[in-house]
């Protein structure tokens, strides 16, 4: 299957060459409404503001906010991931003006003390790959220290592919199941990760605002799509093996169509901003 994205210990870490192939995607993906509410309230910030990445991967959260944020004062964010590649080569392609440096552990072990003097947590794609504890705990963690939280491109479990396949809803529930497995002791939230997140931050008085943030695909991203099917069948058939029979002739059916350029793919996500009450960003109750 297509490896998970990096993650909490526990979770496979991801390959460079996956992450390599996602990030236009994820850049399209992501909101620049949330990106430019934090810009916002980081104009009057004094001094160069720490801006901390979970699960950061190859970086591609820096290249994408770093620019957007531009604060006055300069950058400095701290890299977290447990894979020692990734982050080797995160640090190495910081945007220019902004520093950093790698923090390698599991990053579902920071806490409110931990975060002291952050001006703002930021991750892609870790939601869905956190227990239900973990992501209480984040946002505890981010409210107790007072920190603004852009959480983005967490799945939501639907998908529309065009044309429609009689065997589309079958593959797309037991996917679904799939990341909401469980992997030794851990349960994933997969795709309630999002509902999970923003119970927790309203809980604490946060204001959170949240956006879409699908993928769209088509030909143009031939090789995304392949790969994101190889690893969506993979998965269906992990979670349910008696799929494995069709899983062959739909893969060479969505192929032709893929190089027909007839087939399109959505894969809905959604970013969520979370900022602790009496955080200085402008934030409006939803």
Sequence with gaps: MTPPLQGPAGTETCPPAWLALREPADADARSPELAAVLAGSLVA????????????????????????????????????????????????????RVTGEADAGDLTRLDAAALAGT???????????????????????????????????????RVQLDPVDPLDAELAAAFNAHQRRRVGARRLLGPDAIDAAV?????????????AAPWRLGPDRAELVREWLAGRLDAACAQRPELAEHAGAYRDRRRRELARGRLTVTVEHTDLLAVPDGAAVAQDRP
């Design 45 to 96: 910030s004094p001094g160069a503001v720490l801006v901390r990445d979970l699960g950061c991967g190859t970086g591609s959260m820096a290249r994408w906010l770093a620019p957007k944020l531009n604060p006055p004062g300069g950058q400095h964010w701290v890299l977290h991931d447990r894979d020692a590649r990734l982050l080797e080569h995160a640090v190495a392609t910081l945007p220019a």
């Design 119 to 157: 001006a703002l947590v930021v991750a892609s794609a870790l939601l869905d790959l956190l227990t239900a504890g973990e992501a209480d705990d984040l946002a505890g963690a981010c409210v107790a220290a007072g920190c603004p939280a852009l959480l983005t491109l967490s799945v939501t479990g």
């Design 199 to 211: 119970t927790a931050f309203r809980r604490r008085g946060a204001l959170v605002r949240t956006a």
